[in-house]
């Protein structure tokens, strides 16, 4: 048991808290795009302007990037992914409120731009150095 706990500490100190945001972000983006790739086929009709393996194709490489750049230094590369996804899906989103008519799609355009924006605030902060 001890050293599952050295082996932990060991990683929490070297992903800092940027790496453990980006492990909440890849887990985030695996779980997303499971479920775009098991959507049920009466959610499959909304136009995205990508299939929908498409998309859950996008939401795993972006979690793989997530999880790749919580465990180096340089880690801007896997915030810009997860921004750009969010981002991207927010303005899926909007459209499927303002063209295709989803009542509620706006909630969902406002959470994920809400949620890109703060993948861009964390991705600004710089680690703390603990000496």
Do not use: N
């Not at 500490?9 to 499971?34: K, M, P, Q, S, W």
């Amino acid at each position: 048991m001890s050293r599952l706990r050295e082996l932990a500490g060991r990683v929490a100190r070297r992903t800092g808290h940027r790496g453990a945001f980006l492990g909440f972000l890849a887990i985030l983006d695996f779980c997303y795009g499971y479920s775009q790739w098991a959507a049920p086929p009466l959610q499959r009709r909304l136009d995205l302007f990508l299939p929908w393996q498409g998309w859950a194709v996008a939401w795993l490489v972006t979690g793989a990037a997530c999880l790749a750049g919580a465990l180096v230094t340089r880690d801007w590369w896997a915030f810009t992914a997860a921004a750009l996804l969010k981002a991207a899906w927010a303005a899926v989103m909007a459209d499927t409120w303002l063209v295709q008519g989803v009542p509620r799609g706006w909630v969902s355009a406002v959470v994920w731009a809400c949620f890109a924006l703060t993948v861009l605030v964390v991705a600004s902060w710089p680690d703390p150095v603990y000496r």
